[in-house]
């Protein structure tokens, strides 16, 4: 046997288990990795997706599932190739700025079933141009910022939420990419526009933020006309007091005695002339 077939001979087996541990590596994530109270499991991309050669191209990343865990926060550990992350039936009352930060291959999320309220305008920072599918579905949102989904190409789902229908929330409804969608299943708890409660949003058609603004127009007008009332009041009481001030000093002065003229100055007056 040559040198050449004897290296070959040894280096053959060693690729063979260095494939082999890398394919377990990704078949198997360490529990290190997986968040407490979740499952991890590697999830197979969709047969005609051409991820290119090698065993990196077999997989697509993580499905984190955390279901019914009782979380009420979401996870800080994350497994960084997460894919489709279950967060449903849970405690969660806040997504915070950034919460997904580093999650470039996430392209499903769902957060239904949890007590959000606060929803942050940062807080799909980072998984814009990733993710498909989000849900927020069954939670306790009234209001978001209207740029919190600006940026988002997913399918979101925001039913059965206690919303306050306003003008922030049409603007936030308008900034979706399937905003007619999202908005025809937004069940308006209150709203600036009565005739609007406990109505679809898209059941009455009033923009209203040009209402908001006519609103504020109004209450512009009210206060402005107010100050030039008290305004105008100042300057009658002004006019009127001093009228009353020079009345009273007039009747002052004629009630002072006159004083009587002397002979010698009236012949002084006299000779003048």
Known sequence: ?????????????????????????LCF??????????????????????????????????NVTC?????????????PDTAVLRLDHNQIMAVPDHAFRGLRLL???????????TLEEGAFSGVEATLQVLDLSHNRITSVHKDAFARLKARVLVDDNPWHCDCTLQQALGG???NHEAAARVLCRSSEL?????????AVDTDLCNLAKRTTDYAMLVTMFGWFAMVISYVVYYV??????????LEYLKSLPSKPVKPNEVEDISTVV
């Not at 279901?67 to 497994?79: A, C, M, Q, Y």
């Open 1 to 25: 046997m040559t040198p050449l077939d004897l290296w070959l001979s040894r280096s053959i087996p060693m690729c063979l288990l260095l494939q082999s541990l890398v394919l377990m590596a």
């Open 29 to 62: 994530p360490s529990a290190s990795m997986c968040p407490k109270g979740c499952v991890c499991q590697r999830a197979r991309p969709d047969p005609g997706l051409h991820l290119g050669p090698g065993p990196l191209g077999l997989f697509l990343g993580l």
């Open 67 to 79: 279901t019914g865990s009782r979380l009420k926060e979401i996870p800080p550990d994350l497994p």
């Open 107 to 117: 392209r499903e999320l769902n957060l239904s079933h949890n007590a959000v309220e």
């Open 176 to 178: 979706m990419a399937h």
């Open 194 to 202: 009565q005739e609007q409660e406990g109505r679809h949003f898209l």
């Open 240 to 249: 009127r007091q001093n009228q009353e001030d020079a009345r009273r000093h």
